[in-house]
């Protein structure tokens, strides 16, 4: 494996390590934001229970004040009842007092009448007396005598009609005086009563007033307990979601963790592969060397070898050992290429090995390289869809909180 890659796995782990702080990060600020939402829930609960309590104490107070109107009405109304009575026997009294100076008057013109016929009888009488009086007869003074008698009954009568008369118009009088108490008794009472009537129109408009803010007040109390149950419901809600996005986020740290792991691996993997490699080209290497080094030993000893028999050979020996040289240099001709041979063939198998091993570690590094970017394809979309999902509760809770 060469450095490109193992900065690109660097860069991968780097890139993880990454993602999973901007996810931790993004994952403090969506808690954060999220304890600031159910904080400012908590203060318009807080809110909402104390404009509860006054709606309630101002329902309270409504409906003493609707009591105590009901209390005054009630009281207002015995008043009215009673003043309606006063009026009527009022009205009565009036209606009979005007019908008594009428009665009274007309006895008043009868008697007059009377007065006035007994005054013409009593002046025909005088002038009758005084004639009979003028005439000298004695049975004219019988008669004048009758007629004085006659005369002073009339006047007595007359008197006492008179009397009468007099009596009668005191007594008039006196009911002309009742009669103009009793009528400004009655007018005074009509005054009371229309007073009272403006009082309990005014009472019975304060009662349509008290029972119209009762019912404002019941209404917006039950308004005020609707929004405290949708700000529970809400406030519910809310901690589901930051469970639920706490629940994400351990599953997303968790996951990324199991990459980092598994990168950790591969990495150590990658290592183990290239040290492997590393040992088998010094082995190939050294396998070379020695193939090298052991053929310039067998070129030297032959050379050495021949040498000397060529030298034995100009000096004169005998034919068998120049047979036996021979044959020892065919013998070590052929070991040296069977040697060689066996060499060139373990060679070419460690070679074909190596070459097995290399291509095994490279598809291996194929594979985990896969892997590598398939976790951080994972994590980038994780870490994306996380983000998507962030940003659509904050814009919900933006809306939420723009809408009330």
């Not at 990658?270 to 040992?279: A, C, D, G, M, P």
Request: with cysteine.
């Amino acid at each position: 494996m060469d450095e490109e890659e193992v900065e690109e796995i660097e860069d991968g782990l780097n890139v993880a390590e990454k993602t999973t702080a901007d996810n931790q990060e993004t994952i403090n600020q969506v808690i954060e934001s999220s304890h600031l939402r159910v904080v400012d829930l908590e203060g318009l609960l807080e809110v909402e229970k104390k404009s509860s309590a006054e709606l309630q104490k101002e329902l309270d107070v409504a409906r003493e004040r609707e009591e105590q109107t009901l209390l005054y009405n009630a009281e207002y109304a015995e008043e009215y009842e009673a003043l309606i009575s006063q009026y009527e026997d009022r009205l009565d009294d009036n209606v009979k007092l005007s019908l008594k100076p009428e009665e009274t008057k007309r006895q008043v013109e009868d008697k007059t009448a009377t007065i006035l016929s007994r005054d013409s009888a009593l002046n025909q009488l005088t002038s009758e007396l005084v004639e009979l009086k003028e005439k000298p007869a004695s049975g004219s003074r019988h008669e004048a005598e009758l007629a004085e008698y006659r005369i002073r009954a009339l006047n007595e009568k007359i008197s006492d009609m008179k009397c009468n008369i007099r009596a009668l118009n005191e007594q008039l009088l006196m009911r002309d005086i009742d009669l103009d108490t009793t009528g400004t008794n009655l007018a005074m009472s009509e005054a009371d009563i229309e007073k009272l009537s403006s009082s309990i129109m005014g009472k019975d408009r304060e009662l349509c007033n008290s029972t119209q803010i009762r019912d404002s007040l019941i209404a917006r109390l039950d308004r005020l307990k609707a929004d405290l149950r949708r700000l529970k419901g809400r406030e519910a809600q809310r901690m589901a979601d930051l469970a639920e996005i706490q629940a994400k986020n351990k599953s997303l740290v968790d996951n990324l963790a199991h990459a980092r792991g598994n990168m950790r691996k591969v990495v150590q993997r990658e290592k183990e592969t290239n040290e492997r490699i590393n040992q088998l080209c010094a082995q190939i290497f050294e396998s070379e060397r020695e193939l090298r080094v052991r053929e310039m030993k067998y070129q030297k000893d032959l050379k050495f070898e021949l040498d000397k028999r060529d030298g034995e050979i100009a000096s004169g020996e005998g034919s068998r050992e120049m047979k036996e040289f021979l044959r020892r240099k065919e013998e070590l001709v052929e070991n040296m290429r069977i040697d060689l041979t066996n060499f060139r063939q373990k060679s070419i198998d460690l070679t074909r090995q190596m070459s097995e091993r290399i291509d095994q570690l490279t598809a291996e590094l194929a594979k985990s390289k896969a892997r590598h970017w398939k976790d951080n394809k994972r994590t980038v979309v994780t870490h994306q869809a996380f983000k998507e999902l962030v940003v659509h509760e904050q814009e919900k809770c933006d809306g939420e909180a723009f809408h009330q």
